[in-house]
């Protein structure tokens, strides 16, 4: 039974940005097992010189698994709450802690994502069991250990000018490339809602895995059989309103469903790297488009898979059709921003004189031939230099937080029951 909807996801590291943490989640009502009333608060795990009860593992166990989030399962929580307390003994050494007035603002953003208040929201866990002080003292650490973090590495994390330059590939050293999965779902006037209420139930999904899934099962771009895995795509290939978008995402955050002629596309972040070698922004992208009658169709396809074996580059295009009226095929040659987004993704993942031919028109009844010609090297800036360095930032950020926790626990004495 569903006891809360619209919540996007599930708390994902908020800890890691210091400006404004994001509080979410799925709430769904899911037993979780009890321990004996007579145990509750004796030790069931020392570590250092702090103890964690029978008590705060049965809370923590069953306030994750109403909110239908991952991580649930008894070792799972074992090791959560380990590294709590890890983190507690280095922040209470440190002197940090969050201000009550910030804790009750991160549970009334929570509250707030299920259109709940705060009061409608603690009653709501309650009757799953789930007491108020787990609820602050999740938040509480939650937000103590973001500060905590930026404290301590914030420094060390910021990109220098340089690093955004390379970043943005401006100065021929380096750059961006992004490690994503996408779902591609097929629309025409008859499925558009259907397919609406899909997408925003795969972008609530959680873990790589899910997402996976979803892919092999709901998506029509070539990627499915791949689980909707791509490559590792520089960040200028992809259409410049998108970038900023990607940016914005954590490892296995999913993007909230975008709308592209005939389909809508959903994406999950997988990875962020910096790369040594260019990743040059583009000024102008030449690419050839060839409708071919049949959309989708066995036989279409078929026929474009030979074609594509006739074809060595996007004039030979003009060959083929010669007899044909002029309107079956387009070359195109424009700024980034002026393609339209689904052909601009398409065109992110090829090569020069590579074909997709994942994309329809005409309601899905006509297959898009999609060839790439040319792209003519920009050193512009249309990406926002600050979402560069948030980028940046919060991903040295983790990469140090959880070097760090790795290293307490190695130091760390710990007994389990």
């Known amino acids: 039974m569903q006891l809360i909807s619209g919540f996007s996801s599930f708390v994902r590291a908020s800890w890691l940005n210091p ?14 097992p009890q321990v ?15 103890i964690i009860t029978w008590y705060e593992l049965d809370q923590r166990q069953q306030f994750l698994t109403v909110l239908g989030a991952p991580g649930a399962t008894e070792s799972e929580v074992r090791d959560a709450l380990i590294e709590d307390r890890l983190r507690k003994q280095a922040m209470r050494e440190a002197g940090i802690e969050a201000a ?55 420094s060390q994390a910021r990109p220098s000018d340089d690093e955004i330059n390379r970043a943005l590939g401006q100065s021929g050293g380096g750059g961006l490339q992004v490690l994503l ?96 070698t ?18 989708r169709s066995a036989d279409t396809l078929a026929r474009a898979a030979k074609l594509k074996e006739e074809v060595d580059t996007c004039d030979d295009l003009y060959g083929i059709a010669k007899d044909q009226p002029p309107e079956v095929l387009d070359r195109v040659d424009a700024s980034p921003s002026e393609i339209p987004r689904d052909i601009a993704l398409e065109l992110a993942k090829l090569d020069l004189n590579e074909v997709s031919t994942s994309l329809t028109r005409n309601n899905g009844q006509t297959l898009v031939f ?28 983790q990469a140090f937080a959880e070097s760090l926790v790795e290293q307490l626990r190695a130091d760390a004495t710990i007994v389990e029951q």
Not at 19 to 32: C, D, Y
Not at 36 to 50: C, R, T, Y
Not at 376 to 393: Q, Y
């Open 19 to 32: 400006v404004a943490p994001a509080l979410a989640a799925v709430i769904l009502a899911v037993a979780s």
């Open 36 to 50: 004996s009333a007579q145990s509750l608060f004796s030790p069931a795990i020392k570590v250092n010189q702090d």
């Open 100 to 154: 009550p007035e910030d804790i009750q603002v991160g549970i009334d953003e929570f509250a707030a994502r299920g259109q709940l208040s705060t009061d409608q929201f603690f009653q709501l866990l309650a009757e799953q069991g789930v007491d108020r002080e787990t609820v602050r003292d999740f938040v509480s650490n939650q937000m103590s250990w973001r500060d905590y973090v930026s404290a301590r590495f914030l």
């Open 181 to 276: 999965s996408e779902i591609i779902i097929p629309v025409n006037q008859q499925t558009v809602a259907q397919a609406d209420l899909l997408a925003q139930e795969i972008a609530q999904v959680q873990g790589l895995d899910a997402f996976s899934a979803a892919a092999t099962q709901y998506s029509a771009a070539g990627t499915r059989d791949n689980g909707g895995r791509l490559d590792w795509l520089n960040l200028t290939n992809l259409p410049p309103a998108l970038q900023p978008v990607i940016l914005g995402l954590k490892n296995g955050d999913i993007t909230q469903p975008i709308s592209l002629p005939n389909a809508i596309a959903l994406f999950q972040m997988r990875g962020l790297r910096e790369v040594s």
């Open 278 to 295: 260019g990743a040059p922004r583009y000024s102008k992208i030449d690419y050839a488009a060839y409708y071919m009658a049949g959309g």
């Open 370 to 397: 999609l060839m790439l010609c040319t792209r003519t090297v920009d050193r512009g800036e249309e990406t926002s230099r600050a979402d560069v360095a948030n980028a940046l930032t919060q991903q040295r950020l």
